[in-house]
């Protein structure tokens, strides 16, 4: 690992924690079992896993057990929180509202709805990367029957006001859906008290493994509907059929209970992390923050700059440091970052931009040294640029 670049994309994945994996690591072998077998100790230590982190994962997001259906991701989730619903209330509306900074697997979904004859109503987000409030009740209509807005983004961070859209869409009798993916373990998420009906969680960006998630289905006050997208032995009350994969889920669980136990610090720290960074960084001219500067995820640092060609800067950082990075220069053949172009600076399509995701294994030095090294390749590519432009 030692000649590895600094992993700061925490956004795209997360390394296991090795008190996941320890958990998890009985479930592949003796405890192999599967969940639905009833006649025999297999089954059943099997069972008892599988309900055990489906008593954490409802816990943590106040939930019931039985409202929590495992999925492959978030990706699984979403789709069969959209389509499911999609589907299912066909007969009351054909209107889906979302937002344009949405991951592609609310997006495509919603494409994929659209070419089925469903009406969708993107909504824009401001400067900041937030939804306007009075616009969302502007297109709530008699016939909507799914509002999905991410709890936090990926590629900015930032965490749009679920409280606020999960009581005009109760008020409405419209269904909220959210996509949690990066939320989970990182901010506190109550299906309760934030009104939510579906709520899609994925373990990997959380230090769990990858290929599990789940998708909360709101049983009571109101009981939501779903049709299934995959049919088969009726698993997880009918809504997602195919035996369970044990130990995925017995990491998921695991990976929540930690990351709960010790979010309050952990934000701290990263928060800390983050503004060292940027402090450092901010002494670079012609740099920015994407996204609002406060309502983000405590990890999450994204940057444009002016003047850099940006695939030549994600080559340059590539060997030292592991980070999202591209242009929104088409010229060089990267292809805009839609949720940077959803923010709405024109000026800014033509800047290098970063994505900068710290996470539970960073450290003060590492930053330091990405630091050291971010404005050293800045200042070379731009004293090399004036004779390339
Ligand atoms: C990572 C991510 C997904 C996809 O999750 P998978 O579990 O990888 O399918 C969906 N939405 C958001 C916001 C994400 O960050």
């Not at 960084?281 to 700059?305: C, F, W």
């Not at 600076?345 to 539970?360: D, M, Q, T």
Request: charged share 20%; with cysteine.
């Amino acid at each position: 690992m030692s000649s590895h670049p600094i992993y700061l994309d925490c956004h795209a994945t997360t390394p296991i924690d090795e008190r996941v994996l320890n958990a998890m690591i009985p479930y592949f072998t003796e405890k192999f079992g599967n969940a639905a077998s009833i006649s025999h100790i297999y089954g059943w230590e099997s069972e008892a896993a599988v309900k055990q982190s489906r008593d954490i994962l409802a816990t943590a997001i106040n939930a019931n057990p039985e409202e929590i259906i495992f999925t492959s991701g978030a990706t699984e989730a979403n789709n069969l929180a959209i389509k499911g619903v999609a589907e299912a209330y066909f007969a009351k509306g054909q209107h889906i509202v979302t937002v344009a900074t949405e991951h592609k697997a609310i997006l495509e979904p919603c494409e994929y709805l659209k070419s089925m004859g469903f009406e969708i109503m993107v909504l824009p987000v401001n400067q900041d990367g937030l939804i306007d409030l009075e616009q969302l009740e502007k297109a709530l209509r008699h016939d909507t029957i799914l509002v999905s807005v991410m709890a936090a983004n990926n590629e900015i961070g930032v965490l749009q006001p679920l409280d606020k859209i999960g009581k005009m869409c109760r008020q409405k009798g419209i269904i909220f859906h959210t996509d949690a993916a990066q939320a989970i373990g990182k901010i506190p998420l109550d299906v309760e008290a934030l009104n939510i009906d579906l709520m899609s969680l994925t373990a990997h960006k959380v230090y769990g493994p990858k290929g599990i998630g789940t998708l909360y289905v709101r049983r009571r006050n109101p009981r939501i509907k779903l049709a299934a997208q995959q049919h088969g032995g009726g698993h997880e009350r009918g809504m997602r059929s195919g035996t369970l994969y044990t130990p995925q889920i017995v990491g998921f669980g695991k990976a929540v209970e930690i990351a709960l136990a010790e979010q309050e610090p952990e934000n701290q720290r990263l928060t800390e992390l983050r503004e060292r960074l940027w402090k450092q960084l901010s002494t670079v001219e012609d740099i920015y923050i994407n996204g609002h500067p406060q309502k983000r995820l405590a990890g999450n640092l994204n940057i444009s700059l002016e003047g850099v060609d940006g695939a030549a800067l994600s080559l340059a950082l590539q060997p030292m440091v592991a980070v999202s990075s591209g242009s929104a220069c088409s010229s060089n053949n990267v292809a805009p970052s839609y949720v940077l172009t959803a923010l709405g600076h024109p000026e800014k399509l033509a800047y290098a931009s970063v994505r900068f995701g710290i996470g539970r294994f960073n450290t003060v030095e590492e930053i330091d040294k990405v630091a050291e090294h971010f404005i050293t390749t800045v200042k070379s590519l731009r004293s090399a640029s004036v004779v390339i432009l």
